[in-house]
Nanobody
Framework: QVQLVESGGGLVQPGGSLRLSCAAS????????IGWFRQAPGKEREGVSC????????YYKDSVKGRFTISRDNAKNTVYLQMNSLKPEDTAIYYC??????????????????????WGQGTQVTVSS
């Protein structure tokens, strides 16, 4: 059974840092793209970052480029999102997803939430002074 568990969220002041973790079980992450998405109150879920299973080149939403870093640790079957220089507008619930829908290209990144078949429970990130 596919499971994803996010952790690392919390309350941080503007300019602070957090590292989110997405631990996978029930499958090998080597075969799938893994994405980070976030959803703020009253907003639609949006893609933040993604890493594919082919070349590990990272992809980012424009507003987080230079501040966030996604990485993959295959030995731990875990994907991380290092978030630096956090801003109040980064406040949201952050989710990791796996692009495991049957019949779809599974190794390549996407920022469309509908392309991802399984999700974790989410972790709250709040940036406030």
């Amino acid at each position: 059974q596919v499971q994803l568990v996010e952790s690392g969220g919390g309350l941080v002041q503007p300019g602070g840092s957090l590292r989110l973790s997405c631990a996978a079980s029930g499958f090998s992450m080597d075969n799938y793209a893994i994405g980070w998405f976030r959803q703020a109150p009253g907003k639609e879920r949006e893609g933040v970052s993604c890493i594919n299973s082919i070349d590990s080149i990272p992809y980012y939403k424009d507003s987080v480029k230079g501040r966030f870093t996604i990485s993959r640790d295959n030995a731990k079957n875990t994907v991380y999102l290092q978030m630096n220089s956090l801003k109040p507008e980064d406040t949201a619930i952050y989710y990791c997803g796996i692009r495991n829908k049957k019949g779809f290209v599974q190794r390549l990144c996407s920022f469309a939430s509908a392309d991802f078949g399984s999700w974790g429970q989410g972790t709250q990130v709040t940036v406030s002074s």
